[in-house]
């Protein structure tokens, strides 16, 4: 039987997902690796469902498939600048003219691409 690294990254993630304290963060990079994009949308959906106030689910990526699935709100920009990081909550997407990826990958958010 031969199961595949993507396989097994992924049932990491769903334990990661699933297995929540009462209290506390969880924190993935880059779920994205080895996933159809297809597969991305269930699982941002899915961390939508499991995430709550008193456990929010934060994930980092630079997957523009990933952050196509976002709403409102969702989406934080991290830039570091001149020794120091700067966080930010996206709050205009449903202003903008386009898609939240491409409106990210432009540069149009202003913050959260490297540099």
Known sequence: MCIRDSTIYLLSLLVAMLDQPELGITLIEEPERGLHPKAIIELVEGFREQATYEHPI??????????????????????????????????????????????????????????
């Open 58 to 115: 934060w994930v980092t990526t630079h997957n523009e498939a990933l952050v196509r699935c976002l709403k409102n709100n969702e989406l934080w920009l991290v830039d570091k600048k001149q020794g120091t990081t700067e966080m930010k909550q996206v709050q205009i997407v449903d202003q903008l003219a386009t898609t939240i990826d491409e409106a990210w990958l432009t540069n149009a958010l202003d913050g959260g691409l490297p540099w």
